[in-house]
């Protein structure tokens, strides 16, 4: 058996980097005012949870999944927020506990 984390002799990054990594990507949803307020209100909301030091990792993924989810079908998000929408989920979706 190999080493879990180890592909190609690059080290996937941990749930900490993963979690930074969104929440990077959340703050640009954020701070950009072109993105209408309802769709920076749930990234806010994801944020938050991802934030939540209580919850484990995985937890807090799943829960700002949940939330970001709900809000990328919405017909008036602009296109470069969905596509940021999208990597922050396919970044959580890669944390596990």
Known sequence: ???VGVSSGVRVP????????????????IN????PRNI????TEALNY?????????VRAANAVSVL??????PNMPL???????QVIAIL?????
């Not at 991802?50 to 995985?58: C, Y």
């Open 1 to 3: 058996m190999g080493v």
């Open 80 to 86: 470069s927020a969905r596509t940021k929408i999208w």
């Open 40 to 43: 920076r209100r749930a990234a």
């Open 32 to 35: 950009d005012t072109a993105v």
């Open 93 to 97: 979706e890669t944390i596990h506990d």
């Open 14 to 29: 941990d749930n900490t980097a993963k979690i930074n990594n969104a929440i990077y990507l959340l703050l640009s949803i």
């Open 69 to 74: 989810d709900q809000v990328s079908q919405d």
């Open 50 to 58: 991802l934030r939540s030091e209580n919850l484990t990792p995985g």
